[in-house]
């Protein structure tokens, strides 16, 4: 039974993939571009994730600063630190709701862009932040989901793929959303879609290279 389990997570994982590859690959590309031009005018990347995601949103900071796969400048990036712990991080209702606008308001900039992650849609600590980075006329890289908190929602009717911070995006943003309701699996894609903008960049900065099986 345990290996069937396990099995059908990869089974799961992977049709999910093949289904959003074909619908993600144009916002992947548009929110590449986005992180290209900032970094060539000179501007840096805030990241920012909502509860475990602020894991991937460290990652993402780490290979963009250091490398992904290619030898190459250092691109500028900060992770902004986190509550990982928080289990209301991804709701309306996460601990401290400031803690990344604060930052988002000592550090952004004109020409900056952030990048927040949120599998719910529904963080308010993220939602604050998407804010904070408009009031800086700073794009938003917005890689949401639809995943169930099992917490209530601030308001009725905030569901649907993006939640509340999809809705907050401007036309100048980018939503990456993930039409799933399984965390898990929304992380998944989410961790494929970073990778992809760090080989994106790299490609554009320092020419193709053909991606290896």
């Known amino acids: 039974m345990l290996e069937q389990r396990i099995q059908q997570h990869f089974i799961d994982s992977a049709d999910l993939k ?6 993600l690959s144009k916002p992947i590309s548009q929110a590449m571009q986005a992180l290209l031009a900032c970094v060539t005018s000179g501007g840096k990347v805030l990241a920012c994730g909502a509860g475990v995601s602020g894991l991937l949103a460290a990652q993402f900071a780490s290979n963009f600063v250091g490398r992904f796969e290619r030898e190459r400048p250092e691109l500028g990036a900060i992770a902004l630190p ?12 996460a601990a401290d709701a400031d803690r990344f606008a604060r930052q988002v308001r000592a550090l952004g900039q004109v020409g900056d ?7 719910s849609g529904q963080s308010s600590a993220v939602l604050a932040a998407v804010l904070s980075a408009h009031e800086r006329d700073m794009t938003v890289v917005a890689l949401l989901g639809n995943a169930a908190t099992g917490l209530a929602t601030a308001a009725p009717g905030v569901g649907g793929t993006g939640g509340a911070i999809g809705r907050a995006l401007r036309e100048t943003d980018v939503q990456i959303s993930v039409p799933h309701e399984r965390a898990a699996r929304i992380h998944e894609i989410h961790l494929l879609a970073l990778h992809c903008l760090c080989d994106g960049v790299d490609a554009q900065l320092l020419g193709e290279q053909e991606v290896s099986s």
Do not use: E, F, H, K
């Not at 986190?82 to 209702?93: C, E, L, R, V």
């Not at 862009?113 to 599998?119: G, I, P, Y």
């Open 18 to 23: 093949y289904q959003t590859g074909p619908v």
């Open 82 to 93: 986190g509550d990982t712990t928080d289990p209301a991080a991804d709701s309306p209702q």
């Open 113 to 119: 862009v952030l990048l927040v992650l949120s599998a």
